[in-house]
């Protein structure tokens, strides 16, 4: 068994109020990268703050920090730009981001590009959207919050508005209410779901969670064939319910984990195509 680690630090709405090692500034963010890639990570969910640590989808910014994170970590670092909207920004909004910026990789909620899957217009940008993404070599990561949203992706797969034959996909247990913390258990409705719409063999999924059963349910889906996303993001807690240190500290703890079950860690080639890097 083998699986991929990707961090995601601070996400588009925690404050340091959350955890004083919450990384916000260019310069954290930065930081952070790097002493999450010699404790194992071998990409980053990059979300960026404006000047009062707000979340921002702002090139300028993505682009500084994204230069600043290639100097300190190694070449074949992989940085994904979050596309989040965080119910600020418009679908327009994120796709002019992704064309003007043009990220290694990129993460796409479908429920947020495409409010509404009978507007005729959205769809449509959305299709241009992944066409572009994938003619550009930018990959695409589908974050899907429930088995529901995983039909809509069925869906947009058979109208041909994604197109390609391989596609990289984000389950999402639990949410930021304190009444959505993840179990294990959660998972098992997108496994159920994957399964009968004969999905598996043409995607690489990837799990986070939130709250203190993230990184028992990273486990859980690398023993099944999936990747993790770890980070402040989705928990700041232990399985022992123990505030984490740090983001490294996190992964510290899930490569010990993979380690006792002999789960290996994918090779960087891998990596990009699970994160949707074909080319």
């Known amino acids: 068994m083998k699986s991929g680690i990707m961090v995601a630090p601070n996400g588009a709405r925690l404050l340091s109020s959350e955890h004083k090692e919450l990384p916000l500034r260019k310069n954290e963010i930065v930081h952070t990268a790097k002493k999450c890639e010699l404790a194992g990570a071998q990409a980053i969910h990059l979300h960026v703050r404006d000047d009062n640590f707000k979340h921002i989808l702002d090139v300028k910014r993505y682009q500084e920090t994204i230069l600043d994170i290639q100097k300190e970590c190694n070449k074949d670092f992989i ?3 979050t596309t989040e909207c965080v119910g600020i920004y418009k679908p327009f909004e994120m796709i002019d981001l992704i064309k003007e910026l043009k990220p290694q990789a990129t993460s796409v909620a479908i429920k947020e590009l495409i409010p509404d899957e009978n507007n005729v217009s959205e769809l449509k ?4 959207f992944y066409s572009f993404s994938r003619d550009e070599n930018i990959g695409v990561q589908h974050i899907l919050y429930s088995a529901e949203d995983l039909k809509k992706f069925h869906k947009l ?3 041909g508005i994604i197109s390609g034959d391989k596609h990289s996909i984000l389950f999402v247990l639990g949410r930021y209410s304190k009444n959505q913390k993840s179990e294990v258990g959660d998972l ?3 496994l ?4 009968e719409l004969k999905l598996k063999d043409s995607v690489h999924w990837m799990l986070c969670a939130f709250g203190q059963m ?4 990273l486990v859980a889906a690398s023993l099944l064939g999936g990747h993790n996303r770890i980070g402040f993001e989705n928990s700041r807690e232990l399985p022992t319910g123990v505030k984490a240190k740090n983001n ?3 992964i510290e703890y899930l490569k010990a984990q993979h380690k006792s079950l002999n789960i290996e860690q994918v090779k960087i080639n891998e990596m990009r195509e699970i994160l949707g890097i074909f080319k």
């Open 79 to 81: 940085i994904q730009a």
């Open 157 to 159: 797969l058979e109208q």
């Open 214 to 217: 993230e990184i028992p349910s």
């Open 125 to 128: 940008d959305a299709k241009e």
């Open 188 to 190: 098992m409705p997108f």
């Open 192 to 195: 159920k779901t994957l399964e």
């Open 248 to 250: 490294e500290s996190q």
